[in-house]
């Protein structure tokens, strides 16, 4: 079965589990504008921010006016409250649902502003012809899918379109996402999104990224995650560079119950990291992950300083460090594809951490990523809460983007 039937498939299940949900009826939403924060990120690396914000004042995630009656997502969600004996496979089931719930909630924003956009579109055109794929072609730009993948799946729908010789734009609907899913999967092919874990000893993982795009908030997420998984953690504090960046990870560290290794403000990252990793080895951690800054007096001197505290782990560690992440913002759009086209050119950048998709209209931007780097995208943030970070499933994520657009039959 194709991923496009498997995804058919969950909505026909759903629809056979619950009343029809279809979302069509959304009014027109504006489309949403990047708050001020996101806009400053648009400047190019060279040009970093001078003070980092407040934290408060990162990417305000906008409650939904209609939220889904799910458990709150901030708070660790038990999935057994009772002491009675529950089949594993039902617990399975039951943290795939929160898992799905978590991806929907999150791309609301993409799906609403996406998905608005498409059905004006299946309603304003009678028939299928050049101004209709035109303007396809511009909401699959304005949804950040990037120019070249929206230029392919707008070419592959015009040649579908006359081999059918389809002439109403309802007819094309799922089509239009067949194709979206199709290239998506055809692009990935040779993709692993796994976190290279190993399976004896220590594994030792690098974020990366410039100021801001959410690398500390997703270390602890992350942390968080591990240490329920029953994995020693160690965090090492290797952001010597801003000031409070040092305590940012310990509130992080007390948050996910795990141990922080930590120099002095201002002194050698390079020197906390051997001291994290040697630490790590005496007390058998399973785990390190460590925090770097995202903003240096330049560039270069960034680049430089990547490259020794790689040098500085594999003294200690041949084989590490075992993922080199990159965290980019979601709600920075073509930026945080630069970003991450000049990192991969500098350092050996092992995966993508995409952050505050549920902060953008502009989900897309996972298509433009998969067709344009090809870099995998490891881990996917959904929220600000210590729970909202996940590993990216493409499933969850095509069902979290096209639910209710997508055309089952009755
Ligand atoms: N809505 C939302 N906000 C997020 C997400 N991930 C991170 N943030 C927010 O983004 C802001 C910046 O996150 P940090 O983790 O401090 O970013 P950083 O990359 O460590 O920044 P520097 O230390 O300055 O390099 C914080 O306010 C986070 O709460 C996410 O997935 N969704
Ligand atoms: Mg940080």
């Known amino acids: 079965m194709g991923f496009f039937d498997k995804i058919k498939k969950a909505f026909m299940n759903e629809k056979e589990a619950q009343p029809a949900e279809i979302e069509t009826d959304q009014t027109l939403e504006e489309p949403v504008e990047r708050d001020e924060v996101s806009e400053e990120k648009q400047e190019p690396m060279e040009q970093v921010q001078e003070e980092f914000p407040e934290e408060s004042t990162q990417a305000p995630t906008e409650e939904p006016e209609t939220e889904p009656e799910i458990a709150p997502l901030t708070t660790a969600t038990p999935v057994v409250q009772t002491e009675e004996l529950v089949e594993p496979e039902v617990i399975e089931e039951q943290e795939e649902i929160i898992v799905q719930e978590k991806y929907e909630k999150g791309l609301e924003k993409t799906r609403k502003t996406f998905g608005a956009r498409l059905n004006e579109l299946f309603a304003n055109f009678r028939s299928v012809d050049e101004d209709f794929f035109e303007e396809l072609e511009e909401t699959l730009i304005g949804a950040d899918v990037g120019f070249d993948t929206a230029i392919k799946i707008t070419e592959s729908l015009r040649q579908e379109v006359k081999l059918r010789n389809v002439k109403k734009p309802a007819a094309v609907q799922n089509t239009i996402i067949e194709k979206m899913v199709d290239l998506y999967e055809a692009e990935g092919i040779e993709e692993n999104n796994a976190l290279n874990i190993q399976v004896n000893g220590l594994t030792v993982m690098l974020f990366v ?12 997420k992350l942390a968080h995650e591990f240490k329920q998984d029953g994995k020693k953690v160690l965090l090492a504090a290797a952001d010597t560079f801003r000031a409070g960046a040092i305590d940012q990870l310990v509130v992080w560290g007390e948050r996910a119950g795990v141990e922080v290794v930590r120099g002095n403000a201002g002194g050698d990252p390079a020197a906390v990291v051997f001291d994290a990793v040697e630490r790590a080895k005496t007390e058998n951690a399973d785990i390190l992950l460590v925090d770097t800054a995202g903003r240096l007096q330049n560039k270069v001197n960034l680049m430089n300083e990547l490259e020794k505290i790689k040098r500085v782990i594999q003294r200690e560690l041949p084989d590490a460090p075992h993922e080199v992440l990159l965290v980019v913002d979601a709600t920075t759009g073509q930026n945080a594809m630069s970003q991450a086209k000049q990192f991969k050119e500098t350092t050996d950048v092992t995966g993508l951490v995409l952050t505050k998709l549920d902060g953008t209209a502009k989900g897309g931007i996972v298509l433009a990523i998969r067709n344009e780097l090809h870099l995998p995208v490891k881990l996917v943030g ?23 657009l997508l055309k089952v039959e009755d």
């Open 209 to 220: 990224g410039v100021n801001g795009v959410g690398k500390t908030t997703s270390i602890g």
């Open 382 to 404: 959904l929220g600000e809460g210590i729970n909202d970070l996940e590993p990216f499933d493409a499933n969850d994520f095509a069902i979290g983007l096209f639910k209710g």
